[in-house]
């Protein structure tokens, strides 16, 4: 019987399967991270404290008990937090798997309000929080890349695990929020 190592020979270690990305794509993923990561913390910052021309917690409060989420200033409370956190720790790479979740968890229930409406954002659809989740969802499979602070973690190379706990972290805790 021959080895498995000649039946398959994609088994075989290519030298260039061991070398680190390259340079470009660790730059492509720090840029994604940090655009993406620092305008959901913007986002965040507009609900909780009014900053970049937001309305703060109060408003911000009122609107999502006109959206059905009560007690209002609790949820917008939470949405603040987690657009805040969530988008920081994206930005810098710091526990990716967990920001990604909290991104996506906010969401998806960004979705579930608009999703009548479409795809499209100019019809009030889903376009712009789709578009955050897959970033933040992408992210942790891929790994925040070398310019992370997530970097010596097991869990800084991303993989399935890393996008597995984003996703059902964020689905269970959007759930959560909805059922309430």
Excluded: C
């Excluded at 967990?98 to 969401?107: N, S, T, Y």
């Amino acid at each position: 019987m021959k080895p498995l190592t000649e039946l398959r020979p994609d088994l075989h270690a290519r030298p260039d399967a061991l070398r680190s990305p390259p340079l470009a794509a660790d730059l492509g993923l720090l840029l994604l991270r940090l655009t993406v990561g620092l305008i959901l913390a913007g986002h965040g910052a507009q609900k909780l404290f009014g900053f970049f021309g937001g309305h703060g917690l109060t408003a911000t409060g009122k609107g999502f008990e006109a959206l059905g989420y009560r007690p209002g200033e609790f949820y917008a409370g939470l949405a603040g937090a987690s657009e805040v956190l969530g988008g920081l720790g994206l930005a810098a790479g710091l526990l990716t798997p967990l920001a990604a979740a909290a991104l996506i968890g906010v969401m998806i229930n960004a979705m579930a309000l608009s999703a009548s409406q479409g795809l499209w954002a100019v019809s009030g659809g889903i376009e712009y929080p789709l578009t955050i989740a897959v970033v933040a969802l992408t992210v942790a499979a891929t790994g925040p890349g070398r310019f992370a602070l997530d970097r010596p973690f097991r869990w800084g190379n991303g993989g399935l695990r890393s996008a597995a706990f984003a996703l059902v972290a964020g689905g269970v805790g959007a759930a959560i929020v909805l059922a309430l």
